[in-house]
C-alpha cells in the first residue's frame, strides 16, 4: 500500500502546546506509522509526558521495524514508554505528569490500531463511511470526564491499550487526532470532511480553519490517504 499524509499541531487557544506527534517512514517493509499524544492538561508536565512517549513509541518502531506488528510488541513499546515517564518523574521529584496516546501503523495491507485515554483514530472506507473508530477511556466522575486509561507515573494499571488489526484497501482514508479536534465540531461533520477532502492537505486545511475559529484546545492531527499503487506503477512507496 502507498501512503500520502499530512499533519498539524497547534496550540489552539492554550498558552502552551501540550501534544505530541510523531509520523515514521518504512519504505523496507511497506511500512509508515503515525503517532499522537495529548498532556494531560489537568496536571503540569503534559507537555514533558506527552514528547516522552511519542519519542519513546516511535523509538522502539523505528528499532524493530522488520518485527511483524502484533498486540505484543505494542504492548512492549508502551511498557517502555511507562519506564521513561517513570524515570522522568522521579528525576523531577515525582512530579505528576500525565498523557494519552493514538498510534496507528501500517505494514502493506494491514493497520494495527492502538490507543489509551480519549485520542482518537478514524478508519473511514470509501462507500462505507467509518468502519472503525477508537472507543474513548473515559468515565464521569462527579461532573468530571476523567480518563480511566492513560500513561501516568506509577499506575501500571491504566497502561493497557486497545488494539486493533484489519487489512487495509484501496481508497480508505485515516485519522489520528486528539481531542482537541474532534471536540471542535460534530460527528457528522468530521467525516463528511474526511470523506470529502480531495488531499491530506485539504482536510488538515479544514480542520484547521475550524479549530481556530471553535477550539477550546491545543489540536492535532495525522490524515492519511490510502492507495494501491495501481495509478503509480514507478513508485514503491510515497508520502
Not at 13 to 27: I, S, T
Not at 157 to 176: A, E, N, W, Y
Not at 224 to 235: E, I, Q
Amino acid at each position: 500500500m502507498l501512503i500520502k499524509h499530512a499533519t498539524i499541531s497547534k496550540t489552539g487557544k492554550r498558552h502552551n502546546n501540550e501534544d505530541a506527534l510523531r509520523v515514521l517512514n518504512h519504505p523496507e517493509v511497506e511500512g509508515w506509522t503515525g503517532i499522537a499524544c495529548d498532556g494531560l492538561g489537568g496536571h503540569d508536565n503534559g507537555e514533558v509526558a506527552s514528547e516522552i512517549v511519542a519519542n519513546s513509541i516511535a523509538a522502539y518502531w523505528e528499532e524493530f521495524t522488520t518485527t511483524p506488528d502484533t498486540d505484543e510488541k505494542v504492548k512492549k513499546a508502551c511498557d517502555i514508554a511507562f519506564d521513561n515517564i517513570n524515570e522522568r518523574s522521579k528525576a523531577m521529584n515525582y512530579a505528576e505528569m500525565g498523557t494519552t496516546l493514538v498510534m496507528a501503523s501500517i505494514r502493506r495491507n494491514s493497520i494495527t490500531i492502538a490507543n489509551l485515554g480519549d485520542s482518537r483514530c478514524y478508519l473511514i472506507r470509501p462507500r462505507m463511511g467509518v468502519i472503525f473508530q477508537t472507543i474513548d477511556h473515559t468515565e464521569i466522575c462527579g461532573e468530571k470526564e476523567v480518563l480511566n486509561k492513560c500513561f501516568f507515573p506509577f499506575r501500571r494499571s491504566v497502561v493497557k491499550p486497545d488494539i486493533f488489526q484489519t487489512h487495509l484497501m484501496d481508497g480508505d482514508r485515516i485519522l489520528i487526532c486528539t481531542d482537541g479536534i474532534y471536540k471542535s465540531t460534530t460527528q457528522d461533520n468530521l467525516i463528511k470532511i474526511m470523506r470529502e477532502g480531495k488531499t491530506p492537505e485539504d482536510i488538515i486545511q479544514t480542520l484547521d480553519d475550524i479549530c481556530e475559529t471553535y477550539g477550546l484546545d491545543n489540536y492535532t492531527a495525522i490524515v492519511a490517504f490510502v492507495s494501491d499503487g495501481l495509478k503509480y506503477p514507478n513508485s514503491v512507496y510515497y508520502t
